[in-house]
């Protein structure tokens, strides 16, 4: 059973960055397909950047792209990402989770991730 550890959620201003990290324990993540979501206040969770375990190909959302940056580092068993140019529109609950075994087409879809981490808010405001 692979357990996910959000982390580095906080408030920051419009304009600014920050990390978020996804810690996976019970379990080597190597091969599996890591993922972002995200759910604002009073909004339905959405996909926000995907990394593939085998090849490590990235996918973004269209209100992300060029802002974001998705990554992992194997032998810490941890994936990242990068937020730059923030928003106030980025404020919300950001989710790590993972999956094995599936298509590349459902990559951005939430009901095929079978671990999810607790999640960490992210709030952007002056």
């Known amino acids: 059973q692979v357990q996910l550890v959000e982390s580095g959620g906080g408030l920051v201003q419009p304009g600014g960055s920050l990390r978020l990290s996804c810690a996976a324990s019970g379990g080597t993540v190597n091969r599996y397909d890591m993922a972002w979501f995200r759910q604002g206040p009073g909004k339905e969770r959405e996909f926000v950047s995907a990394i593939r375990g085998n090849g490590g190909y990235t996918y973004y959302s269209d209100s992300v792209k060029g802002r974001f940056t998705i990554s992992r580092d194997n032998a810490k068993n941890t994936a990242y990402l990068q937020m730059n140019s923030l928003k106030s529109e980025d404020t919300a609950v950001y989710y790590c989770?993972?999956?094995?075994?599936?298509?590349?087409?459902?990559?951005?879809?939430?009901?095929?991730?079978?671990?999810w981490g607790q999640g960490t808010q992210v709030s952007v405001s002056s």
């Open positions: 989770a993972s999956r094995i075994g599936k298509i590349l087409s459902t990559i951005r879809s939430s009901n095929d991730y079978m671990y």
